[in-house]
């Protein structure tokens, strides 16, 4: 990422919390690795944004380190892109605190995906779950992004960033770059196995999502469970057939095959065709990504050295933000 060919900045984090599932992978890292060469990409793994649901100590610094595999398997280049922990450049912090001081409690209380987790985890509702969005708006803005892609669920989160910065840059000048969310359609939202009017998620129950480090078997296994629609008809229409189209999605994205092509070639199939078929593209797009997996986690010395170098690069261009934020704002300099 050199100052000579600058290119506009990407940037985009997953939380180190849970199994990374399928959903992570067609609404998020595939769509990573199909920009990365386009911009200057961070892709944080942000571990301050897991504790707002309570995390094993051990288990959340075994998935951190995962996930740094897991970025790096399916494509994305630490040379490259900037690949790093959100707590080892602690300007997002910084930079969370002053915009918690520009976010209104209105707009907090309006976020959906806080009502849906304060209702899941009813004996922790802290305050770090409720100014979560802040953090995000930190993430984003401390390196002036322009494009963040993510799966839908995210929206809402995306749009009080660009409020806040459109807020801040109203009374202090352009200090931030107003991003803009990349959601294409088709990867937004992939949809659990076993509830198909849900999105796929890591916090649900196991034969709902499927995980990037599935074995072949479980694979077949879950989509053969996979819950469908009574009426034997192979079709795309997400609100009358959720399972089928959702199976129908998957497929056609990791089988690089269009929708209409798709439809018109299983119509006519029973769904343990469709089911036999979804396994296998997604057994083969997992099958290299799992392999260099195996490979980086047994080398803990070069991702932790990875995560160490990136995280310097990452600290030099949010300093640069971080420190133009509290000249703007009257916050004292010294010399
Ligand atoms: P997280 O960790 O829940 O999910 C990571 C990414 O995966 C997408 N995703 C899905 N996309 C399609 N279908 C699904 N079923 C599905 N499940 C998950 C998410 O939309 C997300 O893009 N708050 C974020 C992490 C974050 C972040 C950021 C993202 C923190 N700071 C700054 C972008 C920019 C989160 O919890 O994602």
């Known amino acids: 990422m050199s100052e000579t060919t600058r ?17 992570n992978y067609i609404g998020a890292i595939r769509n990573f690795t199909l920009l990365r060469h386009d ?22 610094r075994r998935k951190t380190l995962e996930l740094a595999a897991l970025y790096i398997a399916s494509g994305l280049d630490p040379e490259e892109n900037i690949i790093y922990c959100q707590s080892h450049v602690p300007q997002h912090a910084e930079l969370a605190w002053i915009l918690n001081c520009f976010t209104y409690m209105g707009e907090l209380s309006r976020m959906t ?11 922790n509702i802290n305050a770090g779950l409720f100014t979560y969005p802040v953090l995000m708006a930190a993430d984003i803005l401390l390196y002036q992004t322009s494009l963040v892609p993510v799966g839908a669920d995210q929206k809402q989160h995306l749009e009080i960033t660009r409020d806040v910065a459109i807020r801040f840059n109203a009374l202090y000048g352009d200090v931030f770059t107003v991003p803009e969310p990349y959601i294409p359609k088709a990867t937004a939202k992939i949809m659990s196995l076993t509830e198909p009017a849900r999105k796929m998620s890591k916090s649900d129950q196991e034969d709902s999502y499927i995980a990037l480090t599935d074995t072949p078997d479980t694979v077949r296994r879950k989509f053969r469970r996979a819950v469908t629609d009574s009426d034997a008809e192979i079709r795309f229409d997400p609100e009358n057939k959720p399972g089928v189209s959702n199976l129908l999605v998957i497929l ?22 469709l089911k036999e078929e979804t396994a296998q593209a997604v057994n083969a797009a997992l099958a290299p990504i799992q392999e260099r997996y195996q490979k980086l986690m047994a080398d803990k010395g070069y991702l932790t050295a990875v995560l160490k170098n990136n ?21 004292y300099q010294l010399p």
């Open 39 to 60: 911009y200057d990409c961070l892709f944080s793994i942000v571990d301050l944004h897991a504790l707002t649901t309570r995390q094993d100590p051990a288990g959340l």
């Open 113 to 123: 995906q806080f009502k849906d987790k304060s209702a899941r985890h009813k004996d």
């Open 7 to 23: 290119k506009p900045v990407l940037f985009s984090g997953i939380q180190p919390s849970g199994q990374i599932q399928l959903g």
């Open 252 to 273: 056609s994205v990791l089988g690089g095959e269009r929708m209409d092509a798709l439809c018109t070639r299983l119509s006519g199939q029973g769904y343990g065709v």
């Open 311 to 331: 995280a310097e690069r990452a600290q030099m261009m949010a300093l640069r933000t971080l420190r133009k934020v509290y000249k703007k704002i009257g916050l």
